[in-house]
């Protein structure tokens, strides 16, 4: 290779760098695009669209990390144009749709709870910028925004008419508030970012993502709702396997010798 030509290559390689970074970027856009376009959706009364919009948002959202790591592009800048757009699409566009939605009737706790939706949404995204690359990738320290949000726009897009009892909007303020505090908890949620697309896989794994994918093609309301109650209660179920455990084995321990005193070890987050 002559002289010439490597520096062209060089320049070529570099804009082709410059060029992959963009790609997250745009899949960022997108989502923030779609929480905004939501916000635009619940104040024309459109929930069930408001809701679905959501839903694009966290497909969106999880396609940019997974194209950015598979990339090799991910950058700080990412990282936090990423989180200024989950604000907008996982706390402020679920919340608006809560409150509008089913909220109003109750007056201040109606906004106050949709308030505490955005705060605790902020401060998961703050802490997972924070502890980024510290903690175990496999899992997420509190219930992820992105399912948080999902969560809540599954209800509204299964059942999109105004709830017309108190009791059915009383019921959602504490449905919204339970979904909140998990995101500030400590309860751990499988991330899946171990799962890489390029190896080969069983059919034991394929075959519950395309029951997943005709599920949500052919009854789209009901699927996404129990998908995301399913994941939202994982965690929590989690959670109590491993204290029931940790029971026993305390437990286990004082029979074989009841002179020992366990020495417990970190609690698990």
């Known amino acids: 290779m002559t002289g010439p030509e490597r520096p062209r290559l060089r320049r070529e390689s570099h804009r082709f760098r410059r060029g992959t970074y963009i790609l997250p970027a745009c899949f960022t856009i997108a989502n923030l695009f779609c929480g905004f376009f939501s916000l635009v959706e619940v104040s024309r009364g459109r929930f069930d669209r408001a809701a679905i919009l959501i839903v694009a948002a966290a497909i969106l959202d999880g396609l940019d990390g997974r194209i950015a790591r598979l ?11 990423d989180s200024m757009a989950d604000i907008v699409s996982f706390g402020v566009a679920p919340a608006f749709l809560a409150y509008r939605w089913a909220l109003l009737p109750l007056g201040r706790l109606g906004w106050l709870t949709a ?8 401060t998961r995204l703050a802490r997972f ?10 899992w997420f320290l509190g219930l992820p925004s992105p399912p948080a949000a999902v969560s809540i726009a599954s209800i509204a897009f299964a059942f999109p008419e105004i709830p017309t009892e108190r009791w059915i909007s009383g019921g959602l303020a504490l449905t919204m508030a339970a979904v909140a505090l998990l995101m500030v908890s400590r309860v751990r949620y499988r991330s899946f970012k171990d799962l890489d697309l390029r190896n080969r896989r069983s059919y034991t794994v ?4 395309a029951a997943g994918l005709v599920a ?10 129990v998908m995301s109650a399913t994941y939202l209660v994982s965690g929590l179920a989690a959670l109590a396997v491993s204290l029931v455990e940790r029971r026993g084995l305390r437990a286990a321990v004082r029979r074989s010798d009841p002179d020992e005193v366990p020495q417990d070890g970190p609690e698990s987050p």
């Open 71 to 81: 990339t090799n592009t991910t950058s700080e800048f990412g990282l936090e144009f």
């Open 115 to 122: 308030f505490l939706f955005v705060i605790c949404a902020a």
């Open 129 to 138: 910028n924070i502890q980024h690359g510290s903690v175990d990738r496999r």
């Open 206 to 209: 394929v075959l519950p993502l």
């Open 216 to 225: 949500v093609m052919t009854h789209p309301k009901g699927a996404l709702l």
